[in-house]
């Protein structure tokens, strides 16, 4: 059988939607992942919330990766090589649910989401 | 008289079944027939009287992060905290460990050829903290030994590599000389993608399947590649390889005491219990 290493497997073909989280992504988003991962710590968020620009300095994010956390723009975040379980830190420290995130990452409102899911009369 | 393996349970695990519990929805109309679904799961793992629960889960980046990410992470540990996944620890107290059993495990293990991270801290987060309590009540009445799963970072393990793990950890059960009452547990999926254009993708032809596969044919199961898991099921489902570590753990032919699916928003939510056909 001839050996098949994941990498060729995922590169066989980019599934629609999709940012298959391998070893290209968590080498861009490091930084990025490394704030959010701090965020586990009570003291780290109340310091990113208190002082956001200080606080991504510290942790040597970019202009463009400073700017999509500053908008809470998640689709961008993920391109940047944000990890969603991170992301979510991140989101959650700044008030905003997952499916508040979903929405975003699908470009519709969180009300238009909703509205496909099948729990929504139960909500 | 050794320790054993009584049976074994499927569970997905997610942060709103923890957000549900804690808030007290257990009756709302879009959570009652989640929580339902537990109740046969709980009566069943009550009347088995465990001793001791293996639960393979994968850490969501709050012990481990990818300065130095492992496939494999084993807790040795006498006791288990519970994380901070970013938003506050739960109210529950840390799980208790069985620190002579998760040795043994490991060099079992290890002898088996495969080669866990070996923990001796491992704070555990919703992986397995958000369906216990679905499953027991508090105090904790058995050890819990927390085998954590890289299927986070691709590369990935593969299904047949988890299939595998699951005869390990028979192996590892079987060789332990204490009359230990054992029950594994595999967590996560089904289906669900949490991140871009697809996020909310949820697929219950699939996970329908993937539970008759599970049970009757679960070799199949181990032959399918991750990309078909992310294709048919969302790119975060492929945490449903875990389920085969503990279909793996179980005899060839299982008795299947209770199967439950959910998906009302964004997870396909499973639950299987299967008893070892004696």
């Known amino acids: 059988m001839p050996h098949k290493s994941a990498m060729t497997e995922l590169d066989a073909g980019e599934l629609p939607g999709t940012a298959v989280f391998d070893g290209r992504r968590s080498r861009r988003g490091y930084r990025l992942n490394k704030l959010a991962m701090s965020l586990t710590e009570p003291a780290n968020r109340a310091r990113f919330l208190g002082e956001p620009e200080a606080y991504m300095d510290a942790f040597g994010l970019g202009e463009a990766e400073k700017d999509a956390v500053r908008r809470r723009d998640w689709a961008a975040l993920i391109a940047a090589g944000g990890n969603i379980y991170l992301l979510l830190k991140i989101a959650a420290t700044v008030g905003q649910t997952l499916l508040q995130m979903g929405a975003q990452m699908r470009g519709e409102s969180l009300d238009a989401f909703m509205a496909t899911r099948p729990g929504r009369s139960a909500r | ?278």
């Open chain 2, 1 to 278: 008289m050794t320790a054993r393996i009584l049976g074994g349970i499927g569970t997905s695990h997610a942060p709103s079944i923890a957000h549900a519990y804690d808030k007290g929805l257990q009756a709302e109309p879009l959570w009652a027939p989640l929580f339902a679904g537990y109740a046969p799961a709980k009566a069943w793992l009550a009347a088995q009287r465990p001793d001791l629960l293996i639960v393979l889960y994968n850490d969501h980046m709050n012990r481990f992060f990818f300065d130095a990410y492992p496939t494999f992470a084993l807790g040795v540990g006498e006791r288990h905290a519970l994380a901070d996944e970013g938003w506050g620890r739960r109210d529950f107290p840390d799980l208790p460990g069985d620190a002579d059993f998760a040795w043994h495990l490991a060099e079992s293990l290890i002898a088996d050829e495969f080669d866990p991270t070996i923990c001796q801290e491992l704070a555990v987060d919703h992986g397995i903290l958000s369906v216990l309590p679905l499953l027991c009540d508090p105090p904790w009445p058995a050890a819990v030994v927390p085998l954590a799963v890289n299927v986070i970072q691709h590369p990935l393990p593969t299904a047949r590599r988890l299939w595998k793990l699951g005869h390990a950890l028979r192996r590892a059960v079987h060789s332990y000389a204490k009359n230990l009452r054992v029950v594994v547990l595999g967590t996560g999926g089904l289906s669900h993608q949490l991140h871009g254009e697809r996020f909310g993708f949820v697929n219950p032809e699939w996970d329908n399947r993937f539970l008759d596969l599970l049970e009757h044919e679960p070799e199949v199961l181990a032959s399918y590649s991750h990309r078909q898991y992310m294709e048919w099921g969302g790119a975060e489902s492929v945490e449903m390889i875990m389920w085969l570590g503990m279909r793996g753990a179980l005899g060839p032919k299982v008795r299947r005491v209770h199967r439950h699916y959910y998906a009302p928003l964004i997870t396909g939510y499973g639950l299987a219990v299967y008893e070892n056909e004696q």
